[in-house]
């Protein structure tokens, strides 16, 4: 099973860019309670400007696969600038 799926601590990297740096912030990701299957959701979008844009996609009114995460916890890292 992908260790993304889990409850495994995940140390993950994502980049900041500003006043001309690029930085690296790691980060570090437990999920509790994750649940998937397929199907399962019906797609309901509303009249906002996001939804509007998904909806010029075409997507299919029922999802393929759908999953639910119970509890999330995330602590990041000081950036660190590269190069």
């Known amino acids: 099973m992908p260790s993304v799926f889990t409850s ?29 299957q397929l199907g399962g959701a019906t797609l ?19 999802a393929m696969i759908s999953g639910s995460v119970g509890h999330v916890e995330m602590t990041f890292g000081d950036a660190h600038p590269l190069g």
Do not use: F, N
């Not at 140390?11 to 006043?19: C, R, S």
């Not at 309901?44 to 029922?62: F, I, M, N, T, V």
């Open 44 to 62: 309901r979008l509303g009249d906002h400007a996001y939804a509007k844009e998904l909806a010029s996609l075409g997507l299919p009114k029922r």
């Open 8 to 36: 495994r601590p995940q140390v993950l990297k994502t980049y900041t860019y500003a006043d001309g740096t690029t930085r690296e912030v790691p980060w570090e990701m437990r999920v509790r309670g994750l649940r998937g």
